[in-house]
């Protein structure tokens, strides 16, 4: 990753985390705007930081639901046969 990249991963895992302390879904929006205010292509960077992060993270929980799915499955006729 590019310097500009790795700074602009920081802020998007930080701003991530900051709107969901806070509840607050707009406060990527805003952060991106006052980016953009100055450097678009630091913009471009941020935005593109916070959608992959998202997108992993959905991604981790359709994964993640699976495994669950498919541990109370193999699970499930254990307890019936005790």
Not at 28 to 38: H, Q, W
Not at 50 to 78: C, F, H, N, W, Y
Request: glycine fraction near 6%.
């Amino acid at each position: 990753m590019s310097a500009i990249e790795d700074l602009a991963d920081q802020l998007a895992r930080d701003a991530l985390d900051a709107a969901a302390r806070l509840g607050d879904d707009r406060l990527i929006d805003d952060i991106s705007k006052a980016i953009g205010a100055s450097s678009p292509v630091s913009q471009e960077a941020f935005v593109s930081a916070v959608r992959i992060r998202q997108a992993l993270a959905r991604g981790r929980a359709v994964m993640d639901s699976r495994l669950t799915q498919a541990a109370s499955q193999k699970a499930g006729p254990e307890k019936s046969g005790s």
